[in-house]
């Protein structure tokens, strides 16, 4: 069992940038991902990193603002995001991926944290 702990979220403003995190309270032996879920919309994926960190995947919505790293010897994954938006305001979930299909989908990761809310004001 892998647990995940978020952290890093906070209320900020627009065009200010947040270092969100997660801790796993095991090996790093998995591919990882960044959710997030805004009120009434589903969760999307937005950004994923292979478990050695040679493989990044970002989402249209978040590329060139944001970067996620990976420090397997802290078992912690990282999200930078740069220029904020209030669109970008949602609970982001960090997740281990556990599947064979796409790393894009949330129904492909084994394991989730409880969240952490990222609220961008204008």
């Known amino acids: 069992q892998v647990q995940l702990v978020e952290s890093g979220g906070g209320l900020v403003q627009a065009g200010d940038s947040l270092r969100l995190s997660c801790a796993a309270n095991?090996?790093?032996?998995?591919?990882m991902g960044w959710f997030r879920q805004a009120p009434g919309k589903e969760r999307e994926i937005v950004a994923a990193?292979?478990?050695?960190?040679?493989?990044?995947y970002y989402s249209d919505s978040v590329k060139g603002r944001s970067t996620i790293s990976r420090d397997n010897a802290k078992n912690t994954v990282y999200l930078q995001m740069n220029s904020l938006k209030p669109e970008d305001t949602a609970v982001y979930y960090c997740?281990?991926?556990?599947?064979?299909?796409?790393?894009?989908?949330?129904?492909?990761?084994?394991?989730w944290g409880q969240g952490t809310q990222v609220t961008v004001s204008s």
């Open positions: 997740a281990a991926y556990g599947g064979y299909g796409s790393r894009e989908e949330p129904r492909e990761y084994r394991y």
């Open positions: 095991g090996r790093a032996i998995y591919d």
């Open positions: 990193i292979s478990w050695s960190g040679d493989r990044l």
